[in-house]
């Protein structure tokens, strides 16, 4: 079949996550005509789920994400659709009975997440739209990439298949913000998936939100455990906003049985938002599947969802506030990991828990290492504990964004180079959404500067970053 061929672009971002979104406003701010192709009918990826956002700050509260993704969190907060929360006296996520246990195997301390920042996923995929909108970003939706081009082991463009067919797009520099390096691993590019023995990943989860709880009696009949925080800067927000652990533990014997590998007997998370309705499921777990493979995530979905209805229905049968519960709706299954890209350098468990920094630093992070178990069952403790140094935050390198043996190809996201342990940390939003502008900045630079972003200059894109608003020290 004769494939077509689409305007060549100066830098095309494949994926329209977290990641994706920022580099594709960051390459088109800096002058490149961007092209941005997004599998589902909106952009948002993981971040249309309904999590809070991560690592905006780290462990002692100091702000260490800012730049282009903190501007998309300012136009929400100013909407009104997201708001800073402040953890009261540290705080484990570690939910119901497991939180004390996990509490006392962190080395360091017990702060999960000292600050994070709820946003309305609707809200989110608007607002982001718009700033791309306003960037002059081209999107392509429900476009998904297929097969990449390439040359003496330069990228030079991508295949790309939607209702139209077969296309190809070639592109003088591309951005892989697939979450699971698909581009790169087309390319050829190396990657590593899950723990360094057997290859298994963190368990995948399937999202949810439930509508018709009555949190009060859940909460007299001690099932829903109020969490200690402060809503920071919003009147609105402070009025309903609320964050609970669900305690399951009476019925434990129960749902071991009839809910195996899921965790969901240490119980999970709700946020209620106001008028009957909660975010939540975080901590319930869909365990041994690869996400890069097509069949074992279409399997995943199918028990994740099965898992989700049952519950709902166990909850209705059996728990005190949830009789009248109702499920509202479920997401794509969330990809905790899958393929991370070798590059020229792997940001290590080291670097991470000794808060090191590097002189080519594009982004901060000070989220700890958060590894749910691979058995589903509930956390792994690695060896030397899970906080960063004095709460710290630690540095990644512009050299983990581009990928061994093939150029003028960055990745930015939850593909990024890094072991296992330090992928754990390094995944959350507000430091992929800082990857993404350092991959896009770094894209257009070497576009305008007729270079690959493997030859650019590291300096002058901490120059460049540093005077567009991102934290890079
Ligand atoms: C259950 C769960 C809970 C989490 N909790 C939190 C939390 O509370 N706070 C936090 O900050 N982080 C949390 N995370 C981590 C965080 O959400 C992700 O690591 C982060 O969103 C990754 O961003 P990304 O842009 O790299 O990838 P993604 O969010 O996965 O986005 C990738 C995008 O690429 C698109 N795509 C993929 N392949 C293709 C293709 N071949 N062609 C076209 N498009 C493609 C996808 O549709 C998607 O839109 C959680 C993750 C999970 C799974």
Known sequence: ??????????????????????????????????????????VGGTAAMGLPMLSFHNNRGEQIVAGIPWELI??????????????????????????????????????????????RPEAFKYAAWKMLEEAGVEVLLYTYVTRVVSTGGKVTGIVLENKSGRQRVDGKCIVDCTGDGDVAALSGAPFEKGRSADGVTQPLTML???????????EAEGVAVRRNMEVVDSPVWQSFYRKYDI???????????????????????????????CYGGNMLHVPYYDASKGEELSRAVVEGRNLVWNLVRFMRENVPGFDRVHLVNTYNIGVRESRRITGHYLLTYEDVIEARRHEDD??????????????????????????????????????????????????????????????????????????????????????RGRTTPRALDSKKLLEALEAQGAMVR
């Open 208 to 218: 949810f939100v439930l509508g018709g709880i009555d949190l009060d009696r859940a």
């Open 362 to 447: 594009i982004a901060l992070n000070g989220y700890f290492v958060d590894i749910h178990d691979y058995d589903g069952s509930w956390f792994h403790l690695p060896d030397r504990g899970t906080q960063i140094k004095d709460y710290g935050s630690y540095g990644i390198p512009y050299r983990c964004l581009l990928p061994q043996s093939v150029d003028r190809l960055l990745v930015a996201g939850r593909c990024l180079s890094t072991s296992h342990e330090a992928h754990a940390s390094a995944r959350v939003m507000g430091t992929c959404m800082a990857m993404g502008q350092a991959a896009g900045t770094a894209a257009a630079l070497s576009v």
């Open 74 to 119: 300012t136009r929400l907060k100013e909407m009104d659709e997201a708001v800073v929360v402040r953890m009261a006296g540290g705080s484990s996520s570690a939910g119901a009975g497991g939180g004390a246990q996990r509490n006392a195997l962190y080395k360091g301390g017990s702060v999960y997440a000292a600050m994070s920042v709820p946003v």
């Open 1 to 42: 079949m004769p494939i077509s061929k689409l305007r060549k672009r100066d830098v095309i971002i494949a994926g329209g996550g977290p990641a994706g979104i920022i580099a594709a406003i960051a390459a088109a701010r800096n002058g490149a005509d961007t092209l941005l192709i997004e599998q589902n009918g909106y």
């Open 247 to 277: 305690r399951l533990d009476r019925w434990k014997d129960r749902l071991l049985k009839d809910f195996p590998r899921s965790g969901v007997d240490k119980g999970f998370i709700l946020r209620y938002w106001g008028d009957g309705v």
